[in-house]
Each structure stands twice: as structure tokens, then as C-alpha cells.
T-cell receptor
Framework: GEDVEQSLFLSVREGDSSVINCTYTDSSSTYLYWYKQEPGAGLQLLTY?????DMKQDQRLTVLLNKKDKHLSLRIADTQTGDSAIYFCAADSNSGYALNFGKGTSLLVTP | EAGVAQSPRYKIIEKRQSVAFWCNPISGHATLYWYQQILGQGPKLLIQFQNNGVVDDSQLPKDRFSAERLKGVDSTLKIQPAKLEDSAVYLC??????????????FGPGTRLTVT
């Protein structure tokens, strides 16, 4: 499948903002997604953005999309210890909207 | 609204044995996916169903993996015989039919398979 790349680790202090970055290669992707996975748990859909938008805000979450550069970011404002988890970026494929995932970014929030 | 259900949650088998996983998608969701998530990696698509038909099974190792969704609702994924490299979490996901206004793909809790 097409490639989705993410940085593997991010550590922030509680109360700071976190920014997780992602790049993808499939220019035909229609929707791009952010999922959260806590240890031993399934994937929780956080938010998604349509490819013709450049920004979406949802409470503490802000998604920025640069379609020209195929770059997606997730900003978490006022990061809390409960935000510690693995965050996956995913891009849908032309075929049936199946998702291509990155390897995930492990976010550690320290007090 | 109930989420995607999967069972069992955990399974330990020896190599060369067979195993089956079950998934019940969200009610009314026509599209169902099976993904394999190996430790330290993102999920990778194995197979996609639209109602009871296969849309994409290009990544399914068909010599040992099979899946079905006979009545367009529940689905089973089988591995026979299992290999050590099949140790992974098997995730089922569902979404409404594209064009019905929702592009949200929801995942079940997964089945963690350990092959010894």
C-alpha cells in the first residue's frame, strides 16, 4: 500500500501543547484520520479531515493539512497525562476507503 | 449505539494449529475490514467486505488465511495453519456505505493472537 510516515516518539510536559506530524504519499486520499491507541486497547477515532480542507478544530484538537506537501499534523492543546498513548495517522485509499496507517507516534506526557 | 464486537479477546495456539476470529460490526454498517497489527507497527489491511462481497483481499495470505461474511453482517477470519509470524492483534473495523455521509471507520477491541 501507500506509505504513511510518522515520528516514533514525542515527550511533552503536562499543560504544554503537543504536535504530532505525519506525511503520506497517496495523493488520491480523500480523508485523513487520527486514531489514539492506549495499551491493550483498540483504536479510538479522534478526528478526521477532508482533503480539501486545511484545518479542523475539535475542542483541544487541531488538525492541519497541507495537501500540496502531503503533510498532516495533530495539535493537542493543554496536554494531560491521560493523553499519553500511541497516535496513528491514516490515509484512506482509492479502493474502498481502506486505511493506510503509519507506525504510530508514542506520546509521553510528564507531570 | 453498540460498537464493533470481537471475540475472543486473546488466543494462544501452537504453530501449525488453526484459529478463528469473529467480528460483529456496528448495526447497519455495510463495509467491514480486517486488519493485522504486528507489535510496534500500524494496522495493515487484510481484507475488505462490502455487504457479503469481497472488495479487496490483495494483502490476504490466501494459502493460510480465509475470511467470510456470509449474510453481510458478522464475519469470521481463519488462519490454518498458523505460523509464528502470525502473532499479532487482529482488528475488525466497520463503516457505513460510502456516500451515506459518514467517513468514520470504527474499530473493535481486537483479538491478540500468540503463536508459540
Amino acid at each position: 500500500g501507500e506509505d504513511v510516515e510518522q515520528s516514533l516518539f514525542l515527550s511533552v510536559r503536562e499543560g504544554d501543547s503537543s504536535v504530532i506530524n505525519c506525511t503520506y504519499t497517496d495523493s488520491s486520499s480523500t480523508y485523513l484520520y487520527w486514531y489514539k491507541q492506549e495499551p491493550g486497547a483498540g483504536l479510538q477515532l479522534l478526528t478526521y479531515i477532508f482533503s480539501n480542507m486545511d484545518m479542523k478544530q475539535d475542542q483541544r484538537l487541531t488538525v492541519l493539512l497541507n495537501k500540496k506537501d502531503k503533510h498532516l499534523s495533530l495539535r493537542i492543546a493543554d496536554t494531560q497525562t491521560g493523553d499519553s498513548a500511541i497516535y496513528f495517522c491514516a490515509a484512506d485509499s482509492n479502493s474502498g476507503y481502506a486505511l493506510n496507517f503509519g507506525k504510530g507516534t508514542s506520546l509521553l506526557v510528564t507531570p | 449505539e453498540a460498537g464493533v464486537a470481537q471475540s475472543p479477546r486473546y488466543k494462544i495456539i501452537e504453530k501449525r494449529q488453526s484459529v478463528a476470529f469473529w467480528c460483529n460490526p456496528i448495526s447497519g454498517h455495510a463495509t467491514l475490514y480486517w486488519y493485522q497489527q504486528i507489535l510496534g507497527q500500524g494496522p495493515k489491511l487484510l481484507i475488505q467486505f462490502q455487504n457479503n462481497g469481497v472488495v479487496d483481499d490483495s494483502q490476504l495470505p490466501k494459502d493460510r488465511f480465509s475470511a467470510e461474511r456470509l449474510k453481510g453482517v458478522d464475519s469470521t477470519l481463519k488462519i490454518q495453519p498458523a505460523k509464528l509470524e502470525d502473532s499479532a492483534v487482529y482488528l475488525c473495523a466497520s463503516r457505513p456505505t460510502p456516500g451515506q455521509g459518514s467517513y468514520e471507520q470504527y474499530f473493535g477491541p481486537g483479538t491478540r493472537l500468540t503463536v508459540t
